[in-house]
């Protein structure tokens, strides 16, 4: 009688794990199958190949198009639809000096205005550029400063530091940042995930803003990953460094 059950125990244990072992099976198959239905088109020395997801021995993220095409436009800061040229014809005034990359500093330390300047009223809100973002950088600091590039006479290039006021800095899925400076108010903390629907400040007049006699207005900036400054009106495309960049602060979950 002992042995009899001390048998069936075992016998209990081993169709168990001939269970388990089965299921295994058709999990693996199944996931097989699966990965037959992604084909990765890639660009390798001047050539196209195609990749079999089998074949990948390194983690990979896969981007769709749908992706990429959503966020390879920006949206207006005021969230009111409108595209950089209109924000600029109807906010700038065409004044040369609040345009992007016109000339700032001194002959000694030459630099370049790194965003544009939207005039538009204190305390207006304002909304990230796309309709996803995580927040890189805040300062609630009225005297917070940014580094950026100026050349000596030599044209040699150095970093100085600049008094921007308080200022949000938003990472979007194309790896660019957007910095906004001069705020009154900020509503968010650094890491935090937003939408195109976030007002993540009022654009005030913080910073450098009162030694040049400006009135309140919004210094927008764009940096890519290289956290080099652009003219926003350009557009930069997808590329590996840009979404690395972004794959870098993205909280992708277990
Ligand atoms: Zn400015």
């Known amino acids: 009688m002992k042995t009899d059950a001390k048998f069936l125990i075992k016998l209990a244990i081993f169709i168990v794990m001939l269970l388990i072992i089965t299921i295994d099976a058709f999990v693996i198959q199944y996931m097989k199958k699966k990965l037959d239905n992604i084909t990765i088109i890639s660009w390798q020395d001047s050539t196209m190949i195609k990749v079999s997801p089998k074949a990948i021995k390194e983690p990979t993220v896969l981007v769709s198009q749908e992706f990429i095409d959503k966020f390879n436009d920006y949206k207006s800061p005021f969230n009111d639809g409108m595209n950089f040229n209109e924000l600029i014809e109807k906010y700038i005034h065409n004044r040369w000096a609040d345009h992007y990359g016109c000339g700032r500093g001194t002959a000694e330390k030459k630099r370049i205005h790194e965003g544009i ?87 005030g007049l913080t910073g450098n803003i009162k030694n040049s006699g ?41």
């Open 214 to 254: 400006k009135a309140s207005h919004l210094h927008l900036e764009l940096r890519d990953s290289n956290n080099k400054s652009f003219d926003p009106r350009d557009r930069l495309r997808f590329n590996q460094g840009s979404l690395k960049f972004f794959l870098e602060h993205l909280n992708m979950g277990e």
């Open 117 to 203: 300047d939207l005039f538009v009223t204190e305390n207006t809100p304002v909304y990230p550029l796309a309709d996803y973002g995580i927040i890189t950088e805040v300062s609630d600091n009225p005297h917070f400063l940014v580094e950026v590039d100026y050349k000596t006479k030599d044209s040699s290039v150095h970093q100085m530091k600049i008094e921007y006021g308080k200022t949000v800095r938003i990472l979007y899925p194309e790896g660019i940042e957007s910095i906004y400076t001069h705020l009154n108010e900020v509503f968010v903390v650094a890491g935090q995930e937003v939408n195109g629907n976030t007002v993540v400040a009022l654009t």
